[in-house]
């Protein structure tokens, strides 16, 4: 535009403002009085157009009368709403009314939470409201309160309008600095604490739920409610760390008493309902477990959120002082809850476990109750069924691998203040191992879990023998004459796999015995390599935080710049010296020659002359095809059946009606078929990942293992292999 277009914008722009509010009889004070109309949704077509509104960017003398006239004006709406309930012989509040009233009530939340959120410089830029004082300082106040009220209505769309607006304000540090905020945030975490509880949508069907036609009203079906249940939890989190950083003593007082009024009503799994009744257990769909799973992640958000000031024993001014008198009593009293609370249950362990993880951000400042929360977490590696089966049910598997996660996060967090107990924890580790009850997945985060303690000891010997001691299993599954023969040659390799003992007898495939033994000694294998990978990725994580960035330099200054990648060149560097700061580096002169070996003839069965052997064959043929894994990764599946896994997933699609990972399907033996797949899949991505670890730890330049450049360089660059890689392989090699 030129300049005099631009001067002709600026004054239709001038004239709707105008139009739009001014004082005296206006369009604004004509909408505001529709508020009460609910004759043809007149109050909802008012509300909409306040919206459009909201969203401009209002004069400042514009807002600020908006602000003042909006609380007053809704609450008239309110009062006539309430006398025609009356009239009809209904109470204001009840279900009918509320149903009525829910498109009105989300219209007005949503242009309120808008109508601050989009102008929040006219509140910061005021000096009155900065200061805390003043009619718009009030104004603003009594508005913040309509919406934090508004926000616990019983339909969880007319907060989650709002969520927003709170998060905003919460980051700007102006507003927190005013105190405006203050006096609302109690019904703001209440009212999102209560929305973040799940909705059983069989209560819902049939009618069990006291608000099913409003929840009805307010989302099409549970698809729907559980997306919006999704994007309210993720904003929620970072709702509930600003509110805890702002106002711990608010957050923390809340989260107490919401905790201990749950584990006063749902401890012991009451009210009982939706029993498995095969065992007579709680599901997930029972009240007491969707209780906690509402409080997990607020307890885990407050605790991350809370500044160091309220929670650890420095000195600071009164105020602060006195906070903190009343955050740790009562974090003290919640973490003592929660560790003697002991259900029996399988989803409230598992539930249990979320709690306790959540502690880990309170246990860095008080660790009194860590080694009773971390040794509850322990023995639930070993969490069994009530009554044991002949295997594991899906819960307690599920339980199981969640109590890995666990332990790791805790140990990733407190792993210094566990050194003191590293012995205990070595021999409890040690126990459950030769338990022989842990799956591999479990045993890998129970390393995980020893490795992240053990980057904590400040001697880098003992952190290296800790380390090689912790490991000791895994090395001698490898260098067993099992794997060896395995790792000998490509024939040796695929009679490992059972994949020659298929082309003699197709029976092999689904012989029960011949199937159990192949795939226990794949996953000793597997495991070992897998368990070298997670505890080696997880010392070198360790190693880069320490001093020049895990670079051992014990001759040049320490680099300014923590964030440099550009070091000075040290000259060769033994693997003694880089063990000082990665315990985990010692150990790939062992590790390394196996791991060549195991690459080597990984790859050499997609040369084409071994690949036309197993492509003739009607069952060996399956070893080269893409696994179940792969294809799930690369095809858009519904994920509300059980992701890969479910119904609705593409495990076992290799040969239809087969899953590779269960031991029968509907009372139909085991086949070894669909296997082969998935496990090359994982060896050679493991195999990848290692190389890759080699080269970050730069052990590859050690001198120690200069011996073995030929042998690496003869597989890596390998003609015969780069050429048979299919383009999965590359983009994994790559």
Not at 30 to 47: I, M, S
Not at 385 to 396: F, K, Q, R
């Amino acid at each position: 535009m030129n300049n005099e277009e631009r001067n002709q914008y600026q004054q239709q722009v001038n004239t709707r403002d105008r139009a739009a509010v001014r004082d005296g009889m206006d369009f604004v004070s004509a909408l505001l009085h529709l508020l009460q109309e609910d004759a043809a949704k007149l109050n909802v077509l008012a509300v909409a157009c306040l919206y459009q509104l909201s969203m401009r960017k209002l004069e400042s003398d514009h807002w600020w009368r908006l602000i003042g006239l909006l609380p007053g004006a809704l609450y008239e709406a309110s009062v006539a709403a309430g006398q025609k309930a009356n009239e009809r012989g209904l109470e204001p509040n009840c279900l009918k009314v509320l149903i009525e009233q829910l498109e009105f009530h989300r219209n007005v939340s949503r242009m309120g939470s808008t109508l601050i959120s989009a102008h929040v410089a006219y509140i910061t830029a005021d000096k009155d409201v900065c200061s805390g004082n003043g009619q718009k300082f009030e104004a603003v106040s009594t508005f913040l309160r309509l919406l934090s009220e508004m926000a616990l209505h019983n339909s969880g769309v007319i907060c989650g309008e709002q969520i927003n607006t709170w998060v905003g304000l919460l980051r700007d540090p102006a507003v927190v600095k005013t105190k405006m905020l203050s006096p609302h945030l109690s019904n703001v975490i209440q009212a999102y604490m209560k929305h973040l509880v799940r909705i059983n949508w069989e209560d819902i069907w049939n009618d069990n739920h006291p608000y099913a036609a409003l929840v009805e009203e307010s989302w099409d079906d549970d698809e729907s409610y559980e997306e919006w249940l999704g994007n309210l939890r993720s904003k929620a989190s970072l709702l509930f760390r600003s509110i805890s950083n702002a106002e711990p003593e608010i957050s923390v007082t809340i989260i107490h008493s919401r905790i201990r009024e749950v584990l006063n009503s749902h401890s012991t799994g009451e009210p009982r309902d939706h029993i498995n009744p095969h065992n007579n257990e709680l599901t997930v769909k029972s009240t007491a477990c969707l209780e906690f799973e509402g409080v997990s992640q607020p307890l885990d958000n407050i605790l991350q959120g809370l500044p160091s000031w309220s929670v650890d024993d420095g000195n600071y001014d009164q105020n602060r002082m006195k906070i903190r008198q009343v955050v740790k009593p009562a974090l003290s009293e919640l973490a003592n809850m929660i560790v003697a609370w002991n259900p029996n249950d399988v989803w409230l362990k598992f539930r249990r476990i979320l709690l306790l993880e959540a502690l880990r951000h309170y246990w860095k400042y008080d660790p009194s109750t860590l080694s009773n929360g971390v040794d509850s977490l322990l023995m639930y590696l070993s969490a069994t069924d009530n009554p044991p089966g002949p295997s594991l049910s899906s819960d307690v598997v599920g339980l199981r691998k969640k109590v890995g996660v666990s332990i790791v996060a805790v140990a990733k967090v407190v792993s210094h203040l566990l050194v003191p107990w590293l012995a205990q924890l070595s021999d409890r580790a040690k126990s459950l191992l030769t338990s022989g009850g842990l799956s591999p997945t479990n045993e890998m985060h129970l390393l995980e879990f020893l490795s992240c303690v053990a980057t904590a000891v400040e001697n880098p010997v003992d952190r290296s023998n800790f380390i090689m001691d912790v490991l000791s299993n895994a090395l001698r599954t490898l260098e067993s004459s099992n794997v060896q023969n395995a790792i000998a040659s490509v024939d040796g390799l695929l009679s490992f796999l059972g994949i020659e003992q298929v082309s003699v007898d197709p029976k092999n495939a689904t012989s029960e015995d011949f199937v159990k033994r192949v795939t226990s000694d794949f996953s000793a294998m597997f495991s070992s390599l897998n368990q070298l990978l997670s505890v080696g990725k997880r010392c070198h994580e360790a190693a880069r935080g320490r001093p020049n960035g895990g670079l051992p330099l014990p001759n040049l200054p320490p680099l300014i710049d923590e964030a440099s990648t550009q070091f000075p060149d040290e000259g060769p560097v033994s693997i003694n010296e880089l063990a000082i700061n990665d315990p985990f580096v010692p150990l790939w002169p062992r590790l390394l020659p196996i791991l060549i070996r195991v690459l080597d003839v990984t790859l050499g069965v997609w040369h084409p002359e071994r690949q036309a052997i197993l492509l003739r064959n009607n069952i060996q043929r399956y070893a080269l095809a893409i696994s179940d894994d792969e294809a799930y990764l690369a095809t858009k599946k519904e994920t509300t059946t059980g992701g890969v896994f479910g119904e609705g997933g593409t495990a076992g699609s290799v040969i239809s009606g087969w899953d590779r990972r269960d031991v029968s399907i509907k009372g139909v033996s085991m086949n070894l078929t669909p296997k082969w797949s998935g496990w090359f899949n994982e060896l050679r991505n493991n195999c990848f990942q290692l190389l890759g670890l080699l080269s970050a730890q730069r052990v590859m330049y050690a001198p120690e293992i200069s011996h073995l450049y030929p042998q690496l360089v003869s597989v890596i660059a390998n003609q015969e292999h780069l050429r048979s890689m299919e383009h999965r392989h590359l983009n994994q090699y790559l």
